[in-house]
């Protein structure tokens, strides 16, 4: 052994442990002899000291109570170290029978054993506790030049956050408190630190007496309202907030500041969590083959991800976008290596592709996502519109009728109510073609008995708003402007947007999808509509800086077709209640399948030949509330109210 392994922290503990004891056994002595020292005489004392050197020694190596870390000693060392004292008693007991039997001698009188008892263990557990109270002095008080930080969340998580940091010793965070909005706990103290209320005036108050530049936010489930307030006040106050990841991920594998991150405008956004039928949802797809078009999109790839949970017994992904596509079955293939998944590259405008997917692999239902969704994009492009998001949705309907499939969920979007733009326009006719076909084909049904082997499909529309993070949407935007140090663009002051977190959409579409039996239109329930402008300023503040000083916020305009508001729901359509308190039924009005069929081709022949102008006006005869606003083809308006 190395002189070097002679001096670590665990011989250096166990000989102090050793001298405790001798310490504590002359101490008793002492006490019993009145402090004496003539009288020691009368005791073996070299034999006593080889006694208890040779006994403690032996417990120690047995209990192992040296090998604990000083400064992080637990109520398991306290027990280690007592249950030693309690042996070592009961051993010098036996000793001094043996030695009265055989040699006459009495070298540890009862009360001397008593006495030690307590004088030893007072000792041991003393100096522990002394070291660990000076190491937490020392990372509470004794660095400077940590940041101060406060944890709001004085329950169980936060206090699980604390300890972590508070070992961390290559840290250069100081925890000074909690925060928390529960009144039961503000005012009181958590592991030795005071629980502040998350009102305006304390956090001044912290930051005035306490110095506190960051918070740390420990809740996995935090209030979006009350979270939205904190974070304002915190900005306002110069105080840095961050976010700890879930404790069940980061428990076992240890503390390191890597598990701190910054609060994202999503996590201000984002909503309470969804409560879904997993068992209704699971029956409708276990065991089946799934088609998911536009399945490499934001939309489409979520909906892969939480269907691959679900065990179909194989999932379609249909995109003609190759290489999101082929990352997403790389991802598949990590994450869910049970799973079947067939990436299928294809224009859901080519029948004759198409077609040989509904023969192959004969899906058994169907989420429609795919579609062409830019409003400003769309607007130059109306054919295309079209035929990707008309023709596409009609095509995909009659193969799903034709092969016999039993439902088909479309994915629309709140654009398609009192549609001002070609997009919502195209996505409102496919509305209109899907309801009415699944009118039409069980009317055929319930007329001619079972023309078809199976029951007929049942098609199913799910209506919503803008989604966090989803390809094109403001707030990727707004991050890149950001790091090119701006100006961040907003097309008007006043213009709203509902937002939702891809997940939850995604969740509510397969929710909406089971419950459906045909020709509903499901409304999500979206929460409150979001300021772009007031969403720019905070993730102007959210990057540190200041709107309007340091980076400005730009108004370009409204954009062809782009509305002010949007709307769930049009002005003639109400809502009937479902048993999920976020989704509803819109009730809207019935169309006549054959009259629906005859213009859709009139206006998909239109698109085909690309004209503009008449597919146009062939979309405004379809849909009579589609006003155009900001656009080329407002004229259009204009000459029907002429006529």
């Given at each position: 052994?190395?002189?070097?392994?002679?001096?670590?922290?665990?011989?250096?503990?166990?000989?102090?442990?050793?001298?405790?004891?001798?310490?504590?056994?002359?101490?008793?002595?002492?006490?019993?002899?009145?402090?004496?020292?003539?009288?020691?005489?009368?005791?073996?004392?070299?034999?006593?000291?080889?006694?208890?050197?040779?006994?403690?020694?032996?417990?120690?190596?047995?209990?192992?109570?040296?090998?604990?870390?000083?400064?992080?000693?637990?109520?398991?060392?306290?027990?280690?170290?007592?249950?030693?004292?309690?042996?070592?008693?009961?051993?010098?007991?036996?000793?001094?029978?043996?030695?009265?039997?055989?040699?006459?001698?009495?070298?540890?009188?009862?009360?001397?054993?008593?006495?030690?008892?307590?004088?030893?263990?007072?000792?041991?557990?003393?100096?522990?506790?002394?070291?660990?109270?000076?190491?937490?002095?020392?990372?509470?008080?004794?660095?400077?030049?940590?940041?101060?930080?406060?944890?709001?969340?004085?329950?169980?998580?936060?206090?699980?956050?604390?300890?972590?940091?508070?070992?961390?010793?290559?840290?250069?965070?100081?925890?000074?408190?909690?925060?928390?909005?529960?009144?039961?706990?503000?005012?009181?103290?958590?592991?030795?630190?005071?629980?502040?209320?998350?009102?305006?005036?304390?956090?001044?108050?912290?930051?005035?007496?306490?110095?506190?530049?960051?918070?740390?936010?420990?809740?996995?489930?935090?209030?979006?309202?009350?979270?939205?307030?904190?974070?304002?006040?915190?900005?306002?106050?110069?105080?840095?907030?961050?976010?700890?990841?879930?404790?069940?991920?980061w428990i076992n594998a240890g503390w390191s500041p890597a598990k701190l991150q910054d609060i994202k405008i999503e996590d201000l956004l984002d909503r309470s969590v969804i409560n879904i039928n997993n068992e209704q949802v699971s029956r409708e797809t276990r065991g089946k083959a799934i088609l998911v078009t536009g399945a490499a999109g934001s939309i489409g790839s979520e909906l892969v991800r939480q269907l691959?949970?679900?065990?179909?017994?194989?999932?379609?992904?249909?995109?003609?976008?190759?290489?999101?596509?082929?990352?997403?079955?790389?991802?598949?293939?990590?994450?869910?290596?049970?799973?079947?998944?067939?990436?299928?590259?294809?224009?859901?405008?080519?029948?004759?592709?198409?077609?040989?997917?509904?023969?192959?692999?004969?899906?058994?239902?169907?989420?429609?996502?795919?579609?062409?969704?830019?409003?400003?994009?769309?607007?130059?492009?109306?054919?295309?519109?079209?035929?990707?998001?008309?023709?596409?949705?009609?095509?995909?309907?009659?193969?799903?009728?034709?092969?016999?499939?039993?439902?088909?969920?479309?994915?629309?979007?709140?654009?398609?109510?009192?549609?001002?733009?070609?997009?919502?326009?195209?996505?409102?006719?496919?509305?209109?073609?899907?309801?009415?076909?699944?009118?039409?084909?069980?009317?055929?049904?319930?007329?001619?008995?079972?023309?078809?082997?199976?029951?007929?499909?049942?098609?199913?529309?799910?209506?919503?708003?803008?989604?966090?993070?989803?390809?094109?949407?403001?707030?990727?935007?707004?991050?890149?402007?950001?790091?090119?140090?701006?100006?961040?663009?907003?097309?008007?002051?006043?213009?709203?947007?509902?937002?939702?977190?891809?997940?939850?959409?995604?969740?509510?579409?397969?929710?909406?999808?089971?419950?459906?039996?045909?020709?509903?239109?499901?409304?999500?329930?979206?929460?409150?509509?979001?300021?772009?402008?007031?969403?720019?300023?905070?993730?102007?503040?959210?990057?540190?800086?200041?709107?309007?000083?340091?980076?400005?916020?730009?108004?370009?305009?409204?954009?062809?077709?782009?509305?002010?508001?949007?709307?769930?729901?049009?002005?003639?359509?109400?809502?009937?209640?479902?048993?999920?308190?976020?989704?509803?039924?819109?009730?809207?009005?019935?169309?006549?399948?054959?009259?629906?069929?005859?213009?859709?081709?009139?206006?998909?022949?239109?698109?085909?030949?690309?004209?503009?102008?008449?597919?146009?006006?062939?979309?405004?005869?379809?849909?009579?509330?589609?006003?155009?606003?900001?656009?080329?083809?407002?004229?259009?308006?204009?000459?029907?109210?002429?006529?």
């Amino acid at each position: 052994m190395t002189k070097r392994s002679w001096i670590t922290p665990s011989w250096l503990i166990l000989l102090l442990d050793l001298g405790c004891s001798i310490v504590a056994m002359s101490l008793a002595f002492l006490l019993r002899l009145n402090f004496n020292i003539e009288d020691f005489g009368r005791y073996p004392m070299q034999d006593i000291v080889l006694v208890v050197v040779s006994v403690n020694l032996l417990l120690s190596l047995l209990f192992r109570t040296y090998m604990g870390i000083v400064r992080y000693t637990s109520m398991a060392d306290i027990g280690r170290i007592s249950c030693v004292s309690l042996i070592s008693a009961v051993i010098y007991y036996n000793v001094n029978v043996a030695a009265v039997a055989y040699t006459r001698e009495n070298m540890f009188p009862l009360s001397v054993i008593a006495i030690n008892f307590f004088i030893n263990t007072f000792f041991l557990l003393s100096y522990r506790l002394f070291v660990k109270w000076v190491f937490r002095y020392y990372s509470r008080y004794g660095v400077i030049n940590k940041t101060k930080a406060v944890i709001y969340n004085a329950g169980h998580s936060g206090l699980m956050v604390r300890k972590a940091i508070h070992e961390d010793q290559t840290g250069n965070i100081r925890i000074a408190g909690f925060l928390d909005d529960k009144l039961t706990r503000t005012g009181k103290r958590l592991d030795g630190l005071p629980i502040f209320s998350t009102r305006r005036d304390s956090l001044e108050k912290l930051v005035r007496q306490e110095k506190i530049k960051l918070l740390i936010v420990a809740d996995e489930t935090p209030d979006t309202q009350l979270l939205n307030n904190l974070v304002d006040n915190c900005f306002a106050l110069n105080i840095k907030v961050q976010k700890v990841l879930p404790v069940n991920k980061w428990i076992n594998a240890g503390w390191s500041p890597a598990k701190l991150q910054d609060i994202k405008i999503e996590d201000l956004l984002d909503r309470s969590v969804i409560n879904i039928n997993n068992e209704q949802v699971s029956r409708e797809t276990r065991g089946k083959a799934i088609l998911v078009t536009g399945a490499a999109g934001s939309i489409g790839s979520e909906l892969v991800r939480q269907l691959a949970k679900l065990s179909p017994s194989v999932i379609l992904m249909c995109d003609k976008a190759e290489s999101p596509l082929h990352e997403l079955e790389l991802e598949m293939a990590e994450l869910h290596p049970g799973v079947t998944v067939v990436p299928y590259i294809a224009n859901i405008c080519d029948r004759i592709r198409m077609q040989q997917l509904f023969e192959v692999y004969e899906p058994a239902v169907v989420y429609h996502a795919a579609a062409y969704k830019h409003v400003p994009m769309m607007e130059k492009n109306p054919s295309v519109a079209v035929l990707n998001n008309v023709l596409g949705t009609k095509m995909l309907s009659e193969l799903s009728v034709e092969f016999g499939v039993e439902k088909f969920v479309m994915v629309s979007t709140d654009k398609a109510v009192n549609p001002t733009n070609v997009m919502g326009a195209s996505k409102r006719i496919a509305e209109i073609f899907t309801q009415s076909y699944n009118t039409h084909v069980n009317r055929q049904f319930k007329k001619t008995g079972p023309v078809y082997s199976t029951p007929p499909t049942r098609f199913i529309t799910t209506r919503f708003g803008n989604v966090l993070g989803s390809n094109g949407s403001v707030i990727p935007r707004f991050k890149q402007q950001l790091e090119k140090g701006g100006p961040l663009t907003v097309t008007h002051p006043d213009i709203t947007r509902y937002f939702m977190t891809i997940p939850e959409a995604c969740q509510l579409v397969l929710e909406a999808g089971a419950m459906g039996q045909g020709g509903e239109i499901f409304v999500f329930d979206m929460g409150q509509p979001v300021k772009i402008a007031e969403l720019a300023s905070k993730m102007i503040r959210m990057s540190g800086r200041e709107p309007g000083v340091d980076i400005q916020i730009v108004y370009t305009g409204l954009r062809p077709g782009e509305k002010l508001y949007e709307e769930l729901l049009n002005t003639a359509e109400n809502t009937l209640s479902t048993y999920h308190e976020k989704i509803m039924i819109a009730r809207v009005r019935e169309y006549d399948f054959v009259e629906v069929n005859e213009e859709i081709e009139k206006l998909i022949a239109s698109a085909q030949k690309h004209y503009i102008t008449p597919t146009v006006a062939l979309m405004k005869q379809l849909v009579p509330e589609f006003i155009s606003k900001n656009s080329t083809y407002e004229q259009l308006d204009k000459d029907k109210i002429k006529l």
